[in-house]
């Protein structure tokens, strides 16, 4: 099992990235884990005073697949942690894949009470078969195991992924941003958090997971400070 951390924007308000991953199995299935942000979503290339991230060509994820020599037709599911646009904007880019997505939070987006959702619709709004709907905490493959961690959003998703000498990671996608909001009880609340009090829960429900599988790598979402320290593709993690 190899682990990619791949570098798909970067957030201008605080320099800080926006990943992906890529997880090959033994067995040869590619599992891509968030897609990045489609640039012109908010408008942007017309009213760059409305630009929140910036995304080099290098930086769409078609192009980071290409690192280790894959093609969107290879990626056999895509795990998506949730449907805002820094994590969904391509997700509609992989028409081979099962969109791997909790029920909670496909439900969520469709009953269209919340506008965040709308800058994603194509991601949200296909063909049922296109998704893979999964409830709580589940087994995606052996080895890929999505943990549901609700609050930033009904529905969000983070992703043990076990490795044979790195041992299990964890990746918090949005519930701790950064490794400096880890502790639930100080975990400052951001407005992008549709319910504060789910969000630490979340985050104590990953730091508890943390202890009882002895993690020793946990990639916080969203961390300047910790992703230059970490190994990007096309070098991996196994």
């Given at each position: 099992m190899k682990l990619y951390l791949m570098h798909l924007g970067t957030v201008l308000a605080n320099?800080?990235?926006?990943?992906?991953?890529?997880?090959?199995?033994?067995?040869?299935?590619?599992?891509?884990?968030?897609?990045?942000?489609?640039?012109?979503?908010?408008?942007?290339?017309?009213?760059?005073?409305?630009?929140?991230?910036?995304?080099?060509?290098?930086?769409?994820?078609?192009?980071?697949?290409?690192?280790?020599?894959?093609?969107?037709?290879?990626?056999v599911y895509v795990v998506c942690s949730h449907f805002d646009p820094d994590h969904a904007g391509y997700l509609n880019a992989f028409p081979r894949a099962k969109i791997v997505v909790q029920r909670a939070h496909l439900t969520a987006a469709r009953a269209q009470k919340n506008p965040r959702f709308e800058f994603t619709r194509t991601a949200w709004d296909l063909p049922d078969e296109r998704y893979h709907l999964v409830d709580g905490d589940t087994e995606l493959l052996p080895g890929i195991e999505l943990i549901e961690t609700s609050g930033h959003v009904p529905g969000h998703q983070s992703a043990l992924v076990r490795l044979s000498e790195t041992g299990p990671v964890l990746l918090t996608i949005d519930v701790i941003a950064q490794e400096d909001e880890a502790d639930p009880a100080t975990r400052p609340a951001s407005p992008f958090d549709m319910?504060?009090?789910?969000?630490?829960?979340?985050?104590?429900?990953?730091?508890?997971?943390?202890?009882?599988?002895?993690?020793?790598?946990?990639?916080y979402g969203h961390d300047a400070r910790q992703w230059a320290r970490l190994r990007h593709s096309p070098a991996y993690y196994r």
């Open positions: 320099d800080a990235p926006i990943p992906g991953y890529l997880v090959q199995t033994d067995d040869g299935i590619n599992v891509l884990i968030d897609a990045g942000y489609r640039p012109g979503t908010f408008g942007e290339d017309l009213h760059p005073e409305r630009a929140a991230f910036r995304v080099h060509e290098d930086d769409l994820v078609i192009n980071r697949l290409a690192e280790p020599g894959l093609s969107p037709e290879e990626i319910d504060d009090a789910a969000a630490r829960a979340s985050a104590r429900k990953l730091l508890d997971l943390a202890r009882r599988e002895n993690v020793r790598l946990i990639v």
